[in-house]
């Protein structure tokens, strides 16, 4: 057989197909357009725009647009309005015909600009897609799954400065104040007015002493001062946005809340954790973190609302060559420490920051054979906290077949919400500025991370 050359060759035809028959049957677009009724987004735009006027571009078309550019992990809407005028896959699922003209990379801009950037769409449409999949049965709300992710931000880490910021109070701070305050006059001590230490100077103009508000030195980005410097680890040290996501063991993200990349998880965590209690009032029984969340007020949290806290044990650390706190035996019912020599160390005072004081007799430490890998003061001292209980109660679950059972589910929900969305929906980095930008990104990357997996288990089972 001689060999075929069509290099030169152009075929040019005419196609008696429409655009139905041109999409496969089995086509990802089909798909998602079996999976939800999208004219849900009618009524819910329908007060952002005039009655009066030249029609505009339909708002479902838009929001189709963006759905395309994130679940083909694009990261850039001029790349997905190229691709549009071209794939007949993509016009079959916007609605447009062969004739039509799709809509220019900017419309969506200007639209977000002057029409959706300051609404509750992107809520609604989230809680929509979500409601979808609640009412097919596909998502069970009695275990949830939490972490947090970071997504790298549209900011060179060489270009920035300095800023004194004022130390925000956390959200616990009133629980715990007023539970310090009631121990406190139990022991017949004064009560504090706050958690936080104060710091007083004398003002030079009227010699009279003033409270200075606390503040700390935080790196903050020229480009986009709404993000926050990432650094943990070995990880390479960037400005990110932080993500706290809850889901449920299907997979199906139940809660997002965005925040800049350089506060804890454990402080993100309260926020979205209280909105997903809204969301689902009295249906979640259990909850799964990381060690990263294994701290007394979140512990309280969970268990102030009737939940487990599935969590992995660690041990608490200390010096190297000392005795470790966890091998002092805490007795709850006397409220006292029995040391490794059998000793008593007794409750004395509790502090500002809500840690109680235990303290062993002077004449206990002299001649005690562990002195030296116990303390190096004449006494020895521990602290356990306010709230110290809910961490033992979280331990005491590690034990239970419940725990194993729970646990280890994390790595097939959570973890893997966070994997396929960073690998397939682009959620490595960002190429949008503000904090408000990005947290209406999350909400609709992980809107179509439940639309696909709602409408491929709806496509195999319907």
């Given amino acids: 057989m001689t060999m075929t050359n069509r290099h030169n060759r152009k075929s040019d035809c005419f196609i008696l197909l429409t655009i139905e028959e041109m999409v496969p049957q089995n086509h990802l677009v089909r798909k998602l357009e079996k999976g939800i009724d999208f004219r849900f987004i009618y009524p819910k735009v329908e ?46 699922f916007l609605g447009v015909d062969a004739y039509e003209s799709i809509p220019n990379y900017s419309t969506w801009s200007q639209n977000y600009i002057r029409r959706y950037s300051d609404s509750n769409i992107f809520n609604e449409i989230f809680d929509e897609i979500l409601s979808q999949a609640i009412k097919r049965r596909f ?17 060179n880490k060489k270009k920035n400065h300095k800023e004194e910021v004022e130390i925000v109070a956390k959200k616990y701070e009133e629980d715990l104040l007023r539970e310090i305050n009631e121990d406190r006059e139990c022991i017949g001590l004064k009560p504090v007015e706050t958690t936080v230490k104060k710091e007083y100077v ?4 009227t010699g009279e002493v003033k409270e200075v508000t606390k503040t700390k030195t935080v790196t903050v980005s020229n480009t986009d001062p709404e993000c926050g410097l990432f650094h943990k680890g070995e990880k390479q040290k960037c400005f990110a946005y932080a993500h706290q996501t809850f889901c449920d063991k299907n997979g199906f993200v139940l809660t997002v809340k965005t925040a800049p990349g350089n506060l804890h998880d454990s402080v993100v965590f309260f926020d979205a954790y209280r909105e997903l209690n809204e969301k689902f009032a009295g249906l979640i029984q259990n909850v799964s973190l990381d060690s990263a969340y294994k701290i007394a007020p979140i512990c309280r949290e969970i268990a102030m609302n009737g939940q487990k ?34 000793k008593t160390l007794y409750f004395t005072t509790i502090n500002k920051e809500g840690y109680r004081i235990y303290k062993c007799e002077p004449n206990d430490c002299e001649g005690c054979p ?22 033992d109660e979280v331990n005491e679950l590690r034990y239970t077949e419940e725990w194993k059972e729970i646990y280890p589910l994390r790595k ?46 709806g496509w195999k089972s319907p």
């Avoid at 980095?429 to 947290?439: E, P, S, W, Y």
Wanted: charged fraction near 30%; include cysteine.
């Fill in 47 to 92: 007060h952002l725009y005039s009655k009066v006027g030249k029609p505009s571009i339909d708002p479902v078309v838009l929001f189709k647009l963006l759905i395309l550019n994130i679940v083909d992990g694009n990261n850039s809407m001029r790349k997905t309005c190229e691709r549009a005028q071209t794939d007949m896959s993509y016009r079959w």
């Fill in 139 to 155: 998502v069970d709300v009695t275990t949830v799954f939490g972490d947090g992710t970071h997504q790298k931000a549209n900011a």
């Fill in 202 to 205: 004398n003002d030079e103009e």
């Fill in 309 to 342: 806290a599935f969590m992995p044990y660690t041990r608490q650390k200390g010096k190297k060559g000392y005795i470790k706190k966890y091998e002092f035996v805490y007795d709850g019912e006397n409220d006292i420490y029995i040391c490794p020599n059998e």
């Fill in 370 to 391: 562990f002195k030296e890998q116990c303390t190096k003061s004449k006494v020895k001292i521990i602290t356990r906290h306010i709230w110290e209980d809910f961490i």
């Fill in 412 to 457: 097939q929900s959570i973890e893997r919400v966070f994997a396929d969305c960073k690998e397939k929906f682009g959620m490595r980095f960002t190429r949008l500025i503000g904090l408000k930008k990005n947290q209406h990104l999350a909400l609709m990357s992980f809107a179509c991370h439940n639309l696909k997996r709602m409408s491929l288990w």
